[in-house]
T-cell receptor, first 113, second 114 residues
Framework: AQSVTQLDSQVPVFEEAPVELRCNYS??????LFWYVQYPNQGLQLLLK??????LVKGINGFEAEFNKSQTSFHLRKPSVHISDTAEYFC???????????FGSGTKLNVKP | DTAVSQTPKYLVTQMGNDKSIKCEQN?????MYWYKQDSKKFLKIMFS???????INETVPNRFSPKSPDKAHLNLHINSLELGDSAVYFC?????????????FGSGTRLTVV
């Protein structure tokens, strides 16, 4: 079975500052990794995904994430955040052989002016 | 055109009532899901259907009954609603064998049981 841990429930940051949202996973098999964003009162949107190949993946809205197999991590980063990035961010894992996602508990990113 | 649409968006009802939430996707996907998001934002899968067949049924009370009349629709019926059922329910869809591309989510149904 897989599981996902998001270490920070809330991350406050000032506008134009860099941010990193942490995600660790556990799995006995190879996995696919995802980051989703949920804006207030909306559904989840896919930000980016790691399937294979380059460990640094780029997504929408200037976000990127790096897959680190030895540390079983998939941290999300943005070099300069905007007020509009305020949202809940979810890390998720899916195994190659089972069509099911496991989500982390979410990290609320609060960008202040 | 909304890819995954859920109705209603908000639902307020009394304990003991029976209610349904509907979900439709126009993406041509063959797999649909129901997720429950609790007050702490934790997302947990409830059900998954592939081509109208139930393939995932997590430990959900049998008061919850999904129904898939065709692969574009997955409805959720809840009997004898309880206070603890209050949550946001998300429908999602994907294409089997292509789950590595992620899910497409609906915008959610906020259920409040009073």
């Amino acid at each position: 079975a897989q599981s996902v841990t998001q270490l920070d429930s809330q991350v406050p940051v000032f506008e134009e500052a860099p941010v990193e949202l942490r995600c660790n996973y556990s799995s006995s098999v190879s996995v696919y990794l995802f980051w989703y964003v949920q804006y207030p009162n909306q559904g989840l949107q896919l930000l980016l995904k790691y399937l294979s190949g380059s460990t640094l993946v780029k997504g929408i809205n200037g976000f990127e994430a790096e897959f680190n197999k030895s540390q079983t991590s998939f941290h999300l980063r943005k070099p300069s955040v905007h007020i509009s990035d305020t949202a809940e961010y979810f890390c998720a894992v899916s195994s190659y052989n089972f069509n099911k996602f496991y989500f982390g508990s979410g990290t609320k990113l609060n960008v202040k002016p | 055109d909304t890819a995954v649409s859920q109705t209603p968006k908000y639902l307020v009802t009394q304990m003991g009532n029976d209610k349904s939430i509907k979900c439709e996707q126009n993406l041509g996907h063959d797999t649909m899901y129901w997720y429950k998001q609790d007050s702490k934002k934790f997302l947990k899968i409830m059900f998954s259907y592939n081509n109208k067949e139930l393939i995932i049924n997590e430990t959900v009370p049998n008061r919850f009954s999904p129904k898939s009349p065709d692969k574009a629709h997955l409805n959720l019926h809840i009997n004898s609603l309880e206070l603890g059922d209050s949550a946001v329910y998300f429908c999602a869809s994907s294409q089997a064998g292509q789950h590595n591309y992620g899910y497409t989510f609906g915008s959610g149904t906020r259920l409040t049981v009073v």
